[in-house]
């Protein structure tokens, strides 16, 4: 076998191997993907739909208090980690130059790779000492998880809107915050509107902050000084539960859950996809 | 072998765009051949062709046949990695390898053929800087980066490397343009030298390189080959209108 | 009078010029450089004032993290206070009986989960990559790319489920046992086989690392010109080993992607707790055995602390992990900045 040939062989089986990585990587997809979907619709029915979680020993249940309390604590969340997202954001795209954009970039993304249990932690020992476990630590310890995302995902979609945008703004005198505002915000929204679904997303599915902030909750919400049940954490305590109906109501929980969030993000992507063509 | 090239009915597409059309040329071997013509013509197209590297591009797509050393590299059976060994290619950009040192990036070709003895590789390397006029200015530091040249040398360091594999064949696609006139002096020499063992086929948007550089010229317009005969000819006497035309610098 | 005409044409200093000469104002030039400073100044001020508020909020990532270090440190105290360094080093871990605690084999059980996915999750990922970069026509890569990323938005906690009820069984049945019927002489494969434990918990890990290594990676092989894919191609090299010329100009920026990875790998919670076993040791017994990792003791033992120290003794382990976290996170970031320059440079040449 000549030198020549044993490159073809080499170069061959690489190429191969390269794709044998991708199947790889994607069969866990698909059998997470098929477990959850499988195993999930079958508890889906209306008592899952309606009914809150159940006691131990109790039959039956379902997560209507978990998606109540999911909704609730992403919304609080939002209330507070997209405006302070979106006006950061909106600094590091219009003022990129400034000396103090690169280290707020920086340590954005440098936080944007934390565990999101520090963060709970931090809101543990900055909240739950005070207030106790509750929503509202929560909800802070998500909103700080999605500030790095609406930072970045903001400035990025405001960077897209050419600079004959605001050029023409400025000739016809409109100061510069006023077409930053109007203007620019509005050519972006788009890519903001996404970047916020994909945040809304990242954290909805969050649940170690939830556990050191909330801890586990078995009823409705009851009030911004307590805490909320979480579908994300549901499926934790269900998960390790030796009851087979809390199991399933995990399995039942993770598929709300991925509905949710893949729904987002593949509806998100293919949007943005067709603004490329 | 006369004839090094015999480019047979040549037609080439990006995607639905032709940009040649039915192109024969026989390219003389052991000359400088230089292809001209206004931008676009294709003449960058035609020299990819002829090491079947224009194929790599996604949507392109060649017909016809490029007879070397008599047989067609556009047949089945032909491996088109073993064609593009046969000839070297130097591109508008010099494009050294910038993670690898002088003496690797010359190598470069050696080693992928399985050349491992750190004698021949000394050798071949000296050698061909040597003939790439670069080994005065790089012999006492090969380690230094390949990026770390000047343009001009960079690209002498691209040719040395193309050299390297001891091809049948240069091919220089518009190898100067990047290049200020010095450098540029040196390698118009560089390549007349080359032409004593090399067959070398030259795409220059630039008129009188080409009548100063090549023994032979063909000029082409928009895909097509307008007129190719020797140098002296095409330049002294051409016999379309649209060569003169162009020659003369009335377009393009 | 004169010398105004010959400063004005400077535009440099025009404003200058401009409020020396107001005493002067019949000439038209001077009243037109009024007009426009004066506006100029009215947009300064609401513009300062916007740029002024929209820094503020940006900055407010500094107090973040900078209270955080507080909070942190401050709710460690009485760990800090009564253990000092020999928690660091400290192996026991006794909440009922003696009140020790010691995150050494934490460290340890993070520090070498994340080194399993490393091994495996970057050889995958560098294929994938690859695969998608180099080998596949664009097309293909985008479609395939979006499903990978799909990977990433899957919450940690439902790799976890799938982890306890679908793969642990698998491996336990299909891969575990057979390993250790045959190779169950050496240490690593000895022990009893439940299915979860250190080996179970680095899969899982770098299942969820691909996507971001692969995409890291994927980014930085893209950004390499193709003026050196063609230099490659020229020479008569295989697609294989244009692939390896191109992997080595990126190579920083494939450093930082696995930095990145084992950034996420280090600070995963719920998928790692619920298949590593939660067993408290400085080393497994085997890569079957349980152990634990810093995120994993605080998931799990964080609603049953009752006491204060116990509290605490969390709460440190958080801050060692805060600034493993940080460290890793700043590193990769350098890193990932410095490739993009080091290519666009390059690039320049």
Not at chain 1, 56 to 76: D, P, R, S, W, Y
Not at chain 3, 196 to 219: F, K
Not at chain 3, 269 to 279: D, E, F
């Amino acid at each position: 076998m000549d030198h020549y040939t044993i490159r073809k062989i080499i170069d061959k089986s690489m190429r191969i191997l390269a794709y044998l990585a991708l199947i790889v990587a994607l069969v866990p997809l698909f059998s997470i993907l098929s477990g959850v979907i499988l195993k999930g619709a079958s508890s889906i029915n209306i008592d899952f739909l309606t009914q809150p979680s159940p006691t131990v020993g109790e039959a039956g249940g379902g997560v209507a208090n978990a998606i109540q309390g999911t909704l609730i604590t992403v919304g609080l969340a939002s209330l507070i980690g997209i405006p302070l997202g979106l006006i950061s954001g909106i600094f590091l795209s219009e003022y990129s130059e400034a000396k103090i954009s690169s280290p707020i970039r920086f340590f954005n993304d440098v936080l944007s790779g934390f565990p999101s249990i520090v963060v709970g932690i931090f809101c543990y020992a900055l909240i739950v000492r005070t207030i106790g476990f509750s929503i509202t630590a929560a909800a802070f310890a998500l909103s700080i998880i999605m500030i790095p995302i609406v930072t970045r995902t903001t400035e990025e979609a405001m960077k897209l809107v050419p600079a004959t945008v605001r050029e023409a703004a400025i000739a016809l005198g409109v100061p510069k915050w006023r077409t930053t505002v109007s203007v620019v915000l509005s050519g972006a929204k788009k890519g903001i509107a996404t970047g916020i679904l994909l945040a809304v997303a990242r954290i909805a599915g969050e649940s170690a902050p939830v556990l050191v902030t909330m801890g586990y909750w078995r009823w409705w919400f009851a009030g911004l000084n307590q805490p909320v049940a979480s579908l994300a954490l549901n499926i934790y305590i269900f998960a390790i539960s030796p009851f087979e109906n809390w199991q399933a109501l995990a399995w039942g929980s993770a598929l709300v859950l991925v509905i949710l969030i893949l729904g987002i993000n593949v509806t998100v992507r293919t949007l943005t996809r067709e603004k490329y063509k | 072998m006369f004839y090094k090239f015999e480019i047979e009915n040549l037609n080439a597409w990006f995607g639905s765009k032709q940009v040649l059309k039915n192109i024969n040329i026989k390219i003389r071997e052991k000359a400088v051949t230089a292809i001209i013509g206004p931008s676009g013509c294709g003449k960058t197209t035609l020299i990819r062709c002829l090491n079947r590297m224009h194929e790599i591009v996604p949507h392109a797509r060649v017909s016809g046949k490029v007879l070397f050393n008599g047989i067609d590299i556009y047949a089945e059976d032909v491996d088109p990695v073993q064609t593009r060994r046969k000839m070297g290619m130097v591109f508008q950009k010099p494009n050294p390898f910038p993670m690898m040192s002088i003496y690797d990036n010359v190598a470069a070709g050696l080693k992928l053929n399985g050349v491992r003895d750190k004698k021949r590789l000394n050798e071949v390397v000296e050698r061909s800087l040597k003939m790439a006029i670069l080994w005065d200015e790089v012999k006492d530091d090969l380690n230094k980066s390949g990026a770390s040249l000047s343009g001009g040398q960079q690209q002498r360091l691209c040719i040395a490397r193309a050299l390297a594999v001891e091809p049948e064949v240069m091919l220089m696609d518009e190898p100067a343009s990047a290049l200020d006139p010095i450098a540029t002096a040196k390698l118009e020499v560089l390549i007349r030298m080359l032409a004593k063992d090399y067959t070398v086929v030259i795409v220059t948007h630039n008129m009188q390189q080409a009548a100063r550089v090549s023994d032979f010229t063909a000029f082409l317009y928009l895909g097509e080959l307008i007129e190719y005969g020797s140098t002296k000819d095409v330049f002294e006497n051409p016999k379309n209108e649209l060569t003169e035309k162009y020659i003369t610098g009335q377009f393009g | 009078m004169g010398n105004n005409y010959t400063r004005v044409k400077d535009t440099r200093h025009q404003r200058e010029t401009v409020m020396k000469s107001q005493q002067k104002p019949s000439i038209f030039i001077h009243i037109l450089s009024v007009r426009i400073s004066k506006i100029l100044k009215n947009f300064s001020k609401g513009d300062n004032v916007f740029k002024l508020l929209t820094a503020a909020v940006a900055s407010s990532i500094f107090i973040i993290i900078g209270l955080m270090v507080y909070e942190l440190t401050k709710g460690s105290q009485l760990s800090i206070q009564r253990f000092g360094i020999d928690f660091l080093v400290g192996t026991k871990w006794d909440p009922a009986i003696s009140q020790i605690f010691g995150a050494l084999p934490l460290i340890l059980g993070t520090l070498v989960t994340s080194a399993i996915a490393l091994l495996i999750g970057v050889p995958i990922s560098l294929g994938i990559g690859l695969a998608l970069s180099e080998f596949s026509p664009k097309r293909f890569g985008f479609a395939v790319s979006f499903l990978v990323e799909l990977l990433a938005a899957i919450p940690s906690v439902i790799y976890g489920l799938w982890g306890i009820f679908t793969l642990i069984p698998f491996l336990r049945n299909n891969v575990y046992l057979p390993l250790h019927a045959i190779f169950g002489f050496i240490p690593l494969f000895s022990g009893t086989v439940y299915g979860g434990g250190v080996l179970t918990s680095g899969i899982v890990l770098a299942i969820m690392i691909i996507p971001t290594v692969s995409a890291v990676s994927r980014d930085a092989f893209s950004a390499v010109p193709n003026t050196q894919r063609e230099a490659m191609i020229s020479l008569g090299a295989t697609k294989w080993e244009t692939a390896k010329t191109v992997m080595s100009y990126a190579r920083t920026g494939v450093i930082g992607a696995i930095i990145l990875g084992l950034g996420r790998a280090v600070g995963e919670t719920m998928a790692v707790t619920m298949v590593i076993g939660n067993k408290f040791q400085l080393l497994p017994a085997s890569l079957f055995d349980a152990w634990y990792t810093m995120a994993a003791i605080i998931a799990n033992e964080f609603t049953e602390a009752t006491y204060d120290l116990y509290v605490n003794a969390l709460i440190e382990v958080g801050l060692v992990l805060f600034f493993i976290a940080l460290i890793i996170n700043i590193l990769a970031r350098l890193i990932v900045w410095r490739s993009l320059r080091l290519v666009r440079g390059i690039a320049r040449e």
